[in-house]
């Protein structure tokens, strides 16, 4: 319980969380997965990031920042994560947003394990884990179903642009957490994304209390209609990206 308390505390140290102070029950779930993260950590490699400061920040803090920058994410209903890693942004998410349903779609056994045994043990019941490849998910009955899909920290843009668009309903949004090093990317990835239905919104820039760098949520609206054949199959979206 001591540890709990610690880590807790540095997430209220964070201000963006600290307007999830008057709200007990979402803190401490966020900081008891915080504290599970970390132990489990030790023995299985999950995230580089150690430090509980810096996980507080760069982990939790970065995956609830669609929370205070996009004013109609926080409306969605069901939404999906692409390769979800060690539960960012899904399980702060997922914790935040108690009235949608999350699906984590994240390949690697050892990381989609440790999503199902948090939310079992933590008894966050909007979260679903599925553990095989994205590009095999959006060709099955979830295809064309999301409000919202995210990812964080993993693919080219092009490459989960392919994979993340086929996954929503008409007018959904994709969301990819980037840095400025990424605007390039996305102007590229401009130019094939009306074969994909989609249409590249306003990047919308942040940073981090203490952060270095410049982040970039960029948004990828679904506008009209995509053919069956995408994603390709057999890692092809991000072993030859459409641009």
Known sequence: ???????????????????????????????AFMAYLIDENRRHNLTAIRDPEAIARLHFADSLAPLKLLPWFPLSRKAADIGSGAGFPIVPLAICMRDCHWLAIESVNKKANFIQQAAQRLSIE????????????????????????????????????????????????????????????????????????????????????????????????RVGEIPARFPRSHAKPFKQPLA
Request: with cysteine; charged share 25%; proline share 4%.
């Open 1 to 31: 319980m001591e540890l709990t308390d610690t880590y807790r505390q540095h997430l209220l140290n964070e201000p963006w969380i600290q307007a999830l102070a008057g709200d007990a029950d979402r803190l401490d779930l966020l900081a």
């Open 126 to 221: 909007n979260i679903q884990v599925l553990a095989q490849r994205a590009e095999n998910v959006a060709h099955s009955e979830q295809r064309v179903t999301f409000d919202v899909v995210t990812a964080r920290a993993v693919g080219a843009f092009a490459s989960l642009c392919e994979i993340g668009l086929p996954l929503l309903r008409m007018g959904g949004h994709l969301v990819l957490y980037k840095t400025q090093a990424s605007l390039p990317e996305a102007e590229r990835t401009r130019q094939v994304l009306p074969q994909l239905g989609g249409r590249l919104l306003d990047p919308v820039c942040y940073r981090l209390e203490g952060d270095r760098q410049d982040r970039v949520l960029f948004v990828v609206q």
